[in-house]
């Protein structure tokens, strides 16, 4: 069993920042790319920003320079930062893990969290 589970959401000024985090857990044997996806009410759900094991990152045009990506063993986090209305949305962290009991990566994803920017 592997689990992905978000954490840190809630209610931001505009302006203002937020830290999202994301944990992997479970039958884990080795945890490729780690991301963020967010969907805003009636829109698809579209890439924020992701990670490799190696540290290399890709951001969402619209929020480079204001969001950093992060990961640390099974983490992965989401620093954002002079966040504006068009953030709000619920905030999906995925992870591509090789588990202990398959030979081939698949994807995990985490309910999400709902971010609001509003004052």
């Known amino acids: 069993q592997v689990q992905v589970v978000e954490s840190g959401g809630g209610l931001v000024q505009p302006g203002g920042s937020l830290r999202l985090s994301c944990a992997a857990s479970?039958?884990?044997?080795?945890?490729?790319?780690m991301g963020w996806y967010r969907q805003a009410p009636g829109k698809q759900r579209d890439l924020v920003a992701r990670?490799?094991?190696?540290?290399s990152t890709n951001y969402a045009e619209s929020v480079k320079g204001r969001f950093t990506i992060a990961r640390a063993a099974n983490m992965v986090y989401l620093q954002m930062n002079n966040v504006k209305s068009e953030v709000t949305a619920v905030y999906h962290c995925?992870?591509?893990?090789?588990?202990?009991?398959?030979?081939?990566?698949?994807?995990?994803w985490g309910v999400g969290t709902q971010v609001t920017v509003s004052s």
């Open positions: 479970g039958s884990i044997f080795r945890i490729n790319m």
């Open positions: 990670i490799t094991s190696g540290g």
């Open positions: 995925y992870a591509s893990i090789r588990s202990t009991w398959s030979a081939s990566p698949y994807d995990y």
